[in-house]
């Protein structure tokens, strides 16, 4: 369903009006969907903050399509200063156009400001003239999208003038003030044009401030040939027609207004206002018909551009009625320079030029603000610090890999590491100043654990057995480590007890001695630097069993295997000692290879401190034990195999 209202010409002056009084009527259509067309002779206007006025500002809409983008809006306002030769003056003469002033002793100026998706654009500020003339607002392309025209007076007047813009854009609004002129003569107002969807709906037409029935009469004509008198408000006052659409009705209604022979206002200025429901619905501002030879001023154009000559995005600037301009930078934004490039003015600051002539080109030159940030990474491991490169940051929405310097406009930023496997890392605020330089270092804390493996863990008197002390992380970069071994009284080897070489997830450090044992005890593995290490025990006389330690994440962990052989295999015992908790904990127990037949794994026990009984889980050749307080636990189950001892008794170890 649609509604389309047409506003034409109001064009015959009015003869007598009284300057004590500022009448300002309201004419408003309230409907569903209403699409309006304003303008013709109709001047629009803008009432001054010194009088009674409901309306305080002038809001129109400048819609800019994708595909006219590049092309110049030229955005032009036809008198856009309040003509102190026009019907300020006091008296009613050919050609005059409405605007009125009744306080001379007061200043009285208007103030255009176009807004866009970026912020404002232009404003400029225009005072009083004794001429009409067509000023060019905004001559160039704009952007596609949404602009807002707002129009605001200081002082106690009206200033009528006049939009229109290149062929392609168009102005909307939803409330805007006209200056209807004349007497005597049926005055089109509106056309509205009624569709078929809108029987049986209601559409309202208001009018405000009409000042009564002396001052002006309202007839619609209707499609079925009746014409229909409106209500007209009083001073300052609200009248509504309310009318339901019938069959009959559908078509063209047709508004008059009759400004009456006994009027005592040279003229009088209508707020047409159109409603969706409660909400506003915007109307089409078309191209205002000027009287000839009304000529085009000297345009002033103003160019906000960076050091290499570049427009600054979201730059704008503004004129006073002084004719001074001021550019508008964005945040943050250094001004450099300004100069006259045409006409004739006076630059008095990098951020203002007064103007002898509002015409010619003024430019303004502005610098991004912009300070750098220096990043470097390092990993940090136990006493070591060590420089790594490579790692992608982020800064600002930029990923660069560090170390790197990056030039950035002045403000606080985050800088965020890539999370690294094997370590704990941290993003770090920072602030960067205008020509300064800030540094930040990103630490990565990096984890790895170590265990201690004798296997057999039972040896007979002064035998030998093999210890492995293995330093592990997940770290994907290389490290400079060492692990050292401690033996203790009564064990002996030939071979070296330290180990140095580069630790990465891909290359674990692995220390294999081999050490006589004539004497049950333990040997401890540390990773020389760090407060890590693992320590393994051998008992001697028991030629069946194994032992590992592993210390990781802030926990210990020691586990003990012996078999016992038994009907049909052997009995297995896991003696697994934690000082404290470790969640998910799980024992790689892998069964033996060979025999005449596939060695089983029966089903498992496992009892904790204080009598307490757990459920493990096999996963393959992983025992799933789950959270474990701190203290001894035994895990027991049949090892169904024809191997020997030494075969059947695998190296088991710990993880979690």
């Known amino acids: 369903m649609t509604l389309h209202l047409q506003f034409s010409s109001i064009m015959n002056m009015m003869l007598a009006r009284r300057l004590a009084t500022a009448s300002i009527a309201f004419l408003a259509v309230s409907c569903g969907l209403a699409l309006a067309q304003a303008g013709g002779e109709l001047p629009l206007v803008s009432v001054g903050d010194g009088l009674r006025w409901n309306q305080p500002q002038e809001v129109y809409t400048l819609v800019v399509p994708p595909e006219a983008a590049n092309t110049p809006v030229n955005l032009q306002v036809y008198s856009p200063a309040l003509d102190l030769a026009d019907y300020a003056d006091g008296r009613a003469t050919t050609g005059y156009y409405g605007d009125e002033l009744y306080d001379r002793s007061a200043a009285f100026e208007t103030t255009f400001t176009l807004s866009g998706p970026n912020g404002v654009v232009l404003q400029r500020t225009y005072g009083t003239s004794r001429e009409h003339a067509w000023e060019s607002f905004v001559a160039t392309a704009l952007p596609a999208g949404t602009y807002t025209l707002s129009v605001t007076s200081k002082g106690n007047g009206k200033n009528a003038f006049a939009l229109r813009t290149a062929p392609g854009f168009s102005l909307q609004a939803s409330d805007f003030t006209v200056n209807a002129r004349g007497v005597g003569t049926p005055l089109l107002a509106a056309r509205l044009t009624v569709s078929s969807d809108w029987v ?37 006052a609200l009248a509504t027609d309310s009318i339901q659409v019938t069959p009959e009705l559908v078509g063209e209604w047709v508004v008059y207004a ?64 002084d004719n001074v301009v001021r550019p508008r930078l964005p945040e943050g934004f250094v001004p450099v320079s300004s100069s006259v490039l045409e006409g004739r003015g006076d630059v008095t600051s990098s951020t203002e030029v007064r103007l002898r002539d509002p015409a010619g080109r003024v430019r303004f030159v502005a610098r991004q603000p912009s300070g750098t940030l220096s990043v470097d990474v390092v990993a940090t491991f136990g006493t070591s610090r060590v420089p790594l490169t490579g790692v992608p940051i982020e800064v ?22 890539t999370p690294l496997p094997g370590s ?56 400079p480590a060492s692990v050292v071994m401690t033996l203790p009284v009564g064990w002996e080897t030939d071979y070296p007890l330290n180990l140095r070489g580069d630790l990465s997830a891909a290359t674990p450090l692995r220390l294999r001695v081999p050490a006589r044992v004539c004497r049950s005890d333990e040997a401890e593995a540390t990773l020389e630097g760090t407060a890590l290490s693992a320590k393994g025990n051998a008992r001697v006389r028991n030629p069946t069993g194994a032992n590992v330690t592993r210390a990781a994440l802030g926990a210990r962990a020691r586990l003990a295997k012996t078999l016992v052989a038994v009907d049909g295999g052997y009995a297995v015992t896991l003696q697994i000692t934690t000082e404290g908790v470790i969640d998910n904990l799980r024992v790689v127990d892998p069964l033996p290879s060979g025999g005449t037949s596939p060695a089983v794994r029966g089903p498992l026990s496992l009892g904790g401190p204080g009598g307490q009984s757990l459920t493990p889980r096999a996963d393959g050749d992983t025992l799933l034990l789950g959270r474990l307080e701190a203290g001894t636990y035994t895990l027991t189950y049949t090892l169904f195999t024809d191997l020997p001892p030494d075969r059947a008794t695998t190296t088991p170890d710990l993880t979690w």
Do not use: H, M, W
């Not at 915007?282 to 001023?297: E, H, K, M, N, Y």
């Not at 990565?444 to 007979?460: M, N």
């Open 424 to 479: 704990n890392v941290a993003a770090r605020p920072t602030r960067v100043t205008d020509s300064g330089n800030s540094r930040v270092t990103i630490e990565y804390a990096v984890r790895a654990d170590v265990t201690l493996l004798t296997a057999p863990d039972v040896v007979e008197a002064c035998d030998v057995t093999q210890l492995t002390a293995l330093a592990r992380t997940e770290f994907p970069f290389r490290l």
């Open 200 to 236: 049986g709906r209601t559409v309202q037409l208001s009018n405000y401030d009409g000042d009564g029935a002396s001052e002006l009469k309202l007839e619609l004509n209707l499609p079925n040939g009746t014409k229909r008198a409106l209500s007209v408000s009083g001073d300052l």
């Open 258 to 321: 009759f400004v009456q022979p006994a009027t005592k206002q040279y003229s009088n200025a209508v707020t047409l206002r159109l409603r969706q429901g409660t909400e506003s619905a915007l109307a089409r501002i078309p191209t205002f018909s000027p009287p000839a030879g009304v000529p085009l001023t000297r345009s002033l154009i103003v160019d906000v551009v960076d050091p290499q000559g570049r427009p600054i995005p979201g730059a704008s600037y503004s004129v006073g009625n």
């Open 396 to 417: 600002g929405g930029r990923v660069q890999n560090a170390p790197f310097t990056l030039p950035l406009a002045p403000g606080d930023y985050t800088v965020n590491p």
